[in-house]
């Protein structure tokens, strides 16, 4: 069964700090690892996205890494800030297949 | 560009109502949406895909008679919440995809609240 795992399920870190989210998937083969921002009550926004055969893609403070041997992926936040509280969520596209299959998310709360 | 809309952005409605929220592609023709519900503290579930044009795909759990898709044009897509129940409450977000100029990348709409009171 496809599925996508985040870890941890919330963090809470103060403002300025970094911070690595996980992201554990059994999608297999995919085309594409998406990372997500949901602030609250909001959609989701793209935050990154690489192919099965990119080991790393930045935005600003916001770096992924994939390593497709171990099925595994990150989401490191630099400096973090206030308004990086929010929801991040890890999408994996099967190949062949138009779907997304969400993470559970990350809850993360950066404090002043 | 590849903005997406939703409206209301929140509603509030009686059970045993019906509601109906509307998902538009402002600066893109979407020949695929799709739509999600998602509750408190958990990942988006997808409901359904719809083409432009043709009948929506739902997936399996989901009552295709209680959540009625329409996808008329290739901007505007709706759903409409049937005969409404305190369960529905949730929030209910649209994604539009371009096929063949933006390939699989999905764009997400703000999302719409839905209480059912």
């Known amino acids: 069964k496809n599925q996508v795992e985040q870890s941890p399920q919330s963090l809470i870190i103060l403002e300025g700090k970094n911070c690595t989210l996980q992201c554990n998937y059994t999608v297999s083969p995919f085309s594409n690892l998406r990372w997500y921002k949901q602030d609250t009550g909001r959609g989701p926004v793209s935050l990154t996205i690489m192919t099965f055969s990119e080991n790393t893609k930045s935005n600003g403070r916001y770096t992924a890494t994939l390593d497709a041997d171990t099925k595994q992926s990150s989401l490191h936040i630099t400096a973090s800030q206030l308004s990086d509280s929010a929801s991040y969520i890890c999408?994996?596209?099967?190949?062949?297949?138009?779907?997304?299959?969400f993470g559970t998310g990350t809850r993360l709360k950066v404090l002043a | 560009g590849a903005v997406v809309s939703q409206h209301p952005s929140w509603v509030i409605c009686k059970s045993g109502t019906s509601v109906k929220i509307e998902c538009r592609s402002l600066d893109f023709q979407a020949t695929t949406m799709f739509w999600y519900r998602q509750f408190p503290k958990q990942s988006l579930m997808l409901m359904a895909t719809?083409?432009?044009?043709?009948?929506?795909?739902?997936e399996q759990g989901v009552e295709k008679d209680k959540f009625l898709i329409n996808h008329a044009s290739l901007t505007l897509s709706t759903l409409t919440v049937t005969s409404a129940h305190p369960e529905d409450s949730s929030f209910y977000i649209c994604s539009a995809r371009d096929l063949p100029t933006g390939g699989s990348e999905q764009y997400f709409g703000p999302g719409t609240r839905l209480t059912v009171t």
């Open positions: 999408v994996v596209s099967p190949s062949g297949t138009y779907k997304y299959i």
């Open positions: 719809s083409n432009e044009g043709s009948k929506a795909t739902y």
